[in-house]
């Protein structure tokens, strides 16, 4: 009788950690991708793109929300605590196992660095080594160019899954206003291509070339070496050689 009660009580036990691992995992149970809501819109929030966030948790966790480094960087997308964490807000650790709310401080953090260094793979090199060993004047290090080739084939892989919804437009004005926002040449370029970088993929090809074509109207000035208008011309061949595979 005494061990069919213990048999019985561990069989309570069980059923009671099983259901308690199904309801915290419930986000992820409920959707196609792994936090797929969290992603969405932390990517809308901070204007990024979902696949790139997602690429980003796969390469520092794996998509476990529950990750500590031995350095204590902590969750999907491994925030340092207690540095990095209280800078964007987060005043608890326990906080940092929160899926949703450590996708959106590392959306914050990624969304902070391409405004500070005005570009896409400085950024991730910055989160990657920290952004004051970043230099928009040197190259970026062989450890951050191999990081930063992992999360870009990460989020192409990702992306080509097409299970993450993806935010944008390919809005002229929006480009326009952005060039205005400054008006240093150099400043201005950067922030077109940029912008070109983060939006191609919402354009059809002939609203690319209606934004080559009208380059030096919309910014306001001529385009620094061509180069905005030979990474427009890239993107255009790129697209063409996509849809002839």
Same mark, same amino acid.
């Given at each position: 009788?005494?061990?069919?009660?213990?048999?019985?009580?561990?069989?309570?036990?069980?059923?009671?950690?099983?259901?308690?691992?199904? #309801?915290?995992? #419930?986000?992820?149970?409920?959707?196609?991708?792994?936090?797929?809501?969290?992603?969405?819109?932390?990517?809308?929030?901070?204007?990024?793109?979902?696949?790139?966030?997602?690429?980003? &948790?796969?390469?520092?966790?794996?998509?476990?929300?529950? &990750?500590?480094?031995?350095?204590?960087? !902590?969750?999907?997308? $491994?925030?340092?605590?207690?540095?990095?964490?209280?800078?964007?807000?987060? $005043?608890?650790?326990?906080?940092?196992?929160?899926?949703?709310?450590?996708?959106?401080?590392?959306? $914050?953090?990624?969304?902070?660095?391409?405004?500070?260094?005005?570009?896409?793979?400085?950024?991730?090199?910055?989160?990657?080594?920290?952004?004051?060993? !970043?230099?928009?004047?040197?190259?970026?290090?062989?450890?951050?160019?191999?990081?930063?080739?992992? !999360?870009?084939?990460?989020?192409?892989?990702?992306?080509?899954?097409?299970?993450?919804?993806?935010?944008?437009?390919?809005?002229?004005?929006?480009?326009?206003?952005?060039?205005?926002?400054?008006?240093?040449?150099?400043?201005?370029?950067?922030?077109?291509?940029?912008?070109?970088?983060?939006?191609?993929?919402?354009? #059809?090809?002939?609203?690319?070339?209606?934004?080559?074509?009208?380059?030096?109207?919309?910014?306001?000035?001529?385009?620094?070496?061509?180069?905005?208008?030979?990474?427009?011309?890239?993107?255009?061949?790129?697209? #063409?050689?996509? $849809?002839?595979?």
């Amino acid at each position: 009788m005494m061990r069919a009660r213990q048999r019985a009580a561990k069989l309570v036990n069980i059923l009671l950690v099983g259901c308690a691992l199904i #309801s915290s995992q #419930s986000t992820w149970a409920n959707e196609t991708f792994p936090f797929k809501s969290c992603f969405e819109a932390t990517a809308l929030k901070y204007n990024l793109d979902a696949a790139l966030l997602a690429g980003l &948790a796969s390469v520092e966790s794996s998509f476990n929300p529950n &990750a500590v480094s031995t350095s204590d960087a !902590v969750g999907l997308m $491994q925030i340092k605590w207690p540095q990095t964490a209280t800078e964007l807000g987060i $005043q608890s650790r326990q906080d940092l196992f929160d899926p949703c709310l450590n996708i959106d401080a590392g959306g $914050q953090y990624l969304s902070a660095l391409r405004e500070r260094f005005g570009s896409k793979l400085l950024a991730l090199a910055g989160y990657f080594e920290g952004p004051t060993k !970043v230099s928009t004047s040197r190259g970026i290090e062989d450890n951050s160019v191999r990081y930063i080739e992992r !999360v870009l084939r990460e989020e192409q892989l990702i992306a080509a899954l097409d299970e993450l919804e993806r935010f944008g437009d390919c809005d002229v004005v929006a480009f326009q206003e952005m060039a205005a926002e400054t008006h240093h040449p150099k400043d201005r370029a950067s922030k077109a291509r940029l912008w070109v970088a983060e939006h191609h993929t919402f354009c #059809s090809t002939p609203e690319l070339l209606r934004i080559r074509n009208r380059l030096p109207e919309l910014l306001g000035t001529a385009d620094p070496n061509g180069e905005i208008r030979t990474l427009i011309d890239q993107i255009i061949l790129e697209k #063409s050689d996509s $849809q002839k595979k």
